[in-house]
C-alpha cells in the first residue's frame, strides 16, 4: 500500500529521543539492536520491536510516526515481515498496522485498534478493517525459528498481552509495566494476579522491554511486592515530591510551530482534567523508587 499522507502535519515538529527535531511528515527511526536478530525502534509514540525468525520477521506494534514502517523493518533485517502483534490497542501501539498483512492482537482490541487521535485530524488514515486475529493466553505466534507465546495482562487496557520470546528470553509487556512505575487502572487485585502471570514464567527470561524502555532487573519483582503490600494492607512511603511527567500543555518554537515530543501523549490527546486526576479516592506511594497510585474502592 501507499505510505499514509502525513503532511497535513508538515508544520508540526516532533522531538525525537537525540533531541533532534523534525517535521511530523518526515519519516524519522532511531534503532537499538538488542541481539543478532531483534531490534528496539523509534519512531514516535512508543518503542516498538522487531523479531526476526528464520525466514520471516514479526513486528511488535508499531508506533505512529510517518513512514512505510514495513518496508523500513523489511530493509532492517532482510527479510519479509509480514506480521505484528499489538500489545494494545492505544494508537500510539497501532496506527501503523495498515502495512501489514495481519495483526495478532487481544479480543477486546479488535474494534478499538489504529482509531486516530485527535492530534492527528486531518491525515487520511486507512479503514481500521485490516486483517486481524485476536489471541489469547498461550496463543503461539508462528514465527519459524523463535517461540513466541501470548500472556494475556490487562490493567493499563483491558486487552493488554505480554509477548514471551524464549529462545531469545525476552519479554516484551508494552505499557503494562512503566519504568518509573504505574497508575492503576482498575483493582489491585487484578493487577496482582496478571503479575502473578508474569513471575510464573520468571525462568525464562533474562530482560523486559517494555513500550517505554528496557527495564531494570528487580522491576518485575518490585512490582509484584507492591502489589501484595497494598493487598496485605501494609503502611507504604508516601511519593517524594518531583518527578512524573511533565505537564502536557503546547510547546512552541520561535516560530509558532507545536513541538511533541516522541514518547509523550501530544498535548490535543490529553483529556482536559489530566488522565487521572479529579479522583478523590487515589491512594498514592512510592516503593523502591517507583512511583504507584490505585483507587483505594478497587482492591
Known amino acids: 500500500m501507499k505510505t499514509i499522507d502525513f503532511s497535513p502535519k508538515h508544520d508540526v515538529w516532533i522531538r525525537h529521543k537525540d533531541g533532534k527535531l523534525t517535521p511530523m511528515d518526515v519519516p524519522y527511526y532511531e534503532v537499538t539492536q538488542i541481539d543478532e536478530s531483534t531490534w528496539q525502534i523509534m519512531s514516535s509514540g512508543d518503542y516498538h520491536y522487531l523479531l526476526a525468525g528464520d525466514e520471516t ?44 498483512d495481519r495483526a495478532f492482537m487481544g479480543e477486546e482490541a479488535l474494534p478499538l485498534a489504529s482509531i486516530p487521535y485527535p492530534s492527528f485530524d486531518g491525515i487520511d488514515f486507512p479503514s481500521p478493517d485490516y486483517p486481524k486475529t485476536a489471541v489469547g493466553d498461550g496463543a503461539v505466534i508462528p514465527l519459524k525459528g523463535r ?23 525476552l519479554l516484551f509487556t508494552g505499557d503494562e509495566i512503566m519504568g518509573h512505575g504505574k497508575t492503576l487502572n482498575g483493582s489491585v487485585s487484578k493487577w496482582k494476579q496478571d503479575l502473578e502471570k508474569l513471575m510464573a514464567h520468571r525462568g525464562e527470561f533474562d530482560a523486559i522491554y517494555g513500550g517505554s524502555q528496557k527495564l531494570e532487573d528487580g522491576t518485575l519483582e518490585a512490582f509484584y511486592e507492591a502489589a501484595c503490600k497494598v493487598i496485605n494492607g501494609e503502611e507504604l512511603e508516601p511519593p517524594h515530591k518531583g518527578g512524573g511527567h511533565p505537564p502536557m500543555t503546547d510547546e512552541r518554537d520561535e516560530e509558532g510551530h507545536i513541538i511533541y515530543d516522541c514518547q509523550f501523549p501530544h498535548s490535543a490527546d490529553v483529556p482536559k482534567n489530566g488522565f487521572f486526576k479529579g479522583n478523590p479516592n487515589m491512594v498514592e506511594f512510592e516503593y523502591k523508587g517507583f512511583r504507584f497510585s490505585y483507587d483505594k474502592t478497587m482492591l
Open 57 to 100: 520477521g514479526v513486528a511488535i506494534d508499531t508506533g505512529y510516526g510517518a513512514g512505510n514502517l514495513r518496508e523500513f523493518l523489511e530493509q532492517l533485517c532482510g527479510k519479509p515481515v509480514p506480521w505484528v502483534i499489538n500489545t494494545h490497542h492505544h494508537f500510539d501501539h497501532s496506527a501503523n498496522n495498515f502495512y501489514f
Open 147 to 169: 517461540e513466541l507465546e501470548i500472556i494475556r495482562i490487562g490493567d493499563h487496557t483491558a486487552d493488554g498481552i505480554a509477548i514471551l520470546d524464549r529462545t531469545h528470553r
